[in-house]
């Protein structure tokens, strides 16, 4: 039998990597997790969704104020209060790991260091002040993703997410004018939280539709939602940003110019991974990482989990995948797999949207004989209480079982709503089984069972 180092060794520490670390090491197992960021939680926390949602809560409520009939308000938002705000959740969320790391003791390590995968079983990792070579029985990659740069000429002119979000960011003022370079999640969630603080935002977006690669049913329903006064430009495929924040672009064969104050690249993320991958065979003729059931590879030893697989970018689906992996690690063969048709997602616009599952597209795409409801938000209680009437929730079942199979959910509260309906798919309900919920009322929760009743 090996004498390893290490029972497990994690490149990365963010949510596809200590879920099972913190797993492993509850067991009494040794663990060593390596990230060059030296901290744990990985993008989510350091530039993502966490300072993200600080910063669009404060908006929230702002908007939420503008909105009501009886309250006035011309005052603008305190916006470096805001980044100040967002700071401090950052740092107590860091500060909570540091506690739970710690009460691990000497079962696990993390180390600030860069890594290699070597062979199966051996990783070499540099740090400030030294090189060295570890091995363990199993190695997890968890390296996460990184922002997508395109080639476009005068690139460096834009800011990221990573300069509106991180700890003390570059950006802690409002421009007057924004440019949003793509119309994905991370662009729009930026553009419509800072429209509602009071800047003016145009997004220019290459494809012919907003959220593209997304049900365009879905993505009509948001892009319709959008409050008046946030621009876009479709089919616009920008060709230069010059020192100065202007931004030429083509459309429908014409060469045009934009001049803005601040320029904010959402183009995507792309999964970072690890050295030594492709050397070890693990990668396909793509140079994508090949992953399956329970986060297995092509070598019994390596597991993958979390923004590395290039499937879900999404914490909550990297923490399932990793425990995943903690549990066949466990069990010494796969006694866990993560179903992607139960894990939700949301983009929080204004509207929010989430949805779950198979979607009108997929569903027809895939020739399933489908049948769908809906319901409207305009009817709910709620929303009418918040001036917010907006939306709907859409289910769509199979239509010789009745099984639910996915959902959207656009308006007021759609993340909260669409946990529900992961809930339901995850354990095989059908839409009358979800009508016969009774629903809390008055809150939005109401329109799932009102859409569900509609069939039954």
């Known amino acids: 039998m090996n004498d390893y180092e290490y029972d497990l060794i994690t490149i990365g520490a963010g949510g596809g990597a200590y879920p099972a670390a913190f797993q492993l090491a509850r067991t009494g197992q040794r663990v060593l997790m390596l990230d060059p960021k030296g901290v744990m939680s990985g993008n989510c926390l350091a530039e993502g969704c966490v300072p993200s949602k600080a910063i669009r809560e404060g908006a929230e409520l702002y908007r939420g104020v503008r909105r009501m009939p009886y309250f006035r308000t011309e005052a603008p938002p305190d916006y470096r209060s805001m980044v100040a705000f967002k700071d401090s959740v950052q740092q107590v969320r860091y500060q909570q790991h540091d506690q739970e790391l710690a009460s691990l003791g000497d079962r696990i390590r993390l180390i600030d260091g860069i890594a290699t995968l070597l062979d199966p079983h051996t990783v070499a990792f540099e740090t400030k002040s030294e090189v060295r070579t570890v091995t363990a029985k199993y190695i997890l990659l968890a390296s996460g993703s990184d922002i997508s740069i395109p080639p476009i000429t005068g690139i460096e002119h834009c800011v990221t997410s990573r300069d509106l979000f991180a700890v003390s960011p570059t950006v802690t003022e409002l421009p007057a004018k924004l440019a949003v370079i793509g119309g994905g999640y991370i662009g729009l969630e930026v553009a419509t939280m800072w429209h509602a603080l009071g ?97 297995t590879t092509k070598e019994r030893s390596i597991f993958a989990a979390g923004d590395i697989t290039g499937t879900q970018m999404l914490f909550h689906a990297a923490t399932r995948e990793s425990l995943a992996v903690a549990h066949n690690i466990l069990a010494g063969r796969t006694v866990d797999r993560v179903d992607p048709q139960t894990i939700p997602a949301t983009i929080f616009t204004f509207p929010e949207a989430a949805w779950v599952g198979s979607t009108r597209a997929d569903l027809a795409t895939r020739g399933i004989e489908t049948v769908e409801v809906a319901a409207p938000f305009d009817h709910e209680a709620r929303t009418q209480i918040l001036n917010e009437p907006y939306g709907e929730v859409r289910l769509f079942g199979e239509a010789r079982s009745g099984r639910l199979l996915g959902a959207w959910v656009v308006g007021k509260e759609a993340g909260q ?38 069939l039954v």
Not at 202 to 227: H, I, R, S, Y
Not at 253 to 281: I, Q
Not at 421 to 449: K, R
């Open 199 to 295: 800047v003016d935002v145009t997004v220019f977006e290459v494809a012919n539709q907003l959220l593209p690669g997304m049900d365009p049913g879905f993505a009509k329903l948001v892009a319709e939602g959008l409050a008046q006064g946030i621009g876009v430009e479709l089919g616009a495929e920008v060709t230069e940003i010059d020192d100065r924040h202007r931004v030429k672009y083509s459309k429908l064969g014409k060469s045009l110019l934009f001049e803005a104050d601040l320029v904010l690249l959402a183009t995507g993320r792309h999964p970072v991974l690890p050295l030594g991958a492709e050397a070890l065979g693990l990668l396909d003729e793509r140079g994508r990482l090949v992953v399956g059931p329970g986060g």
């Open 417 to 454: 709503l669409i946990g529900e309906l992961a809930t339901a798919i995850a354990l095989g309900a059908t839409i009358a089984d979800v009508a016969s919920v009774a629903d809390q009322h008055p809150l939005a929760h109401e329109a799932i069972s009102r859409a569900a009743r509609t």
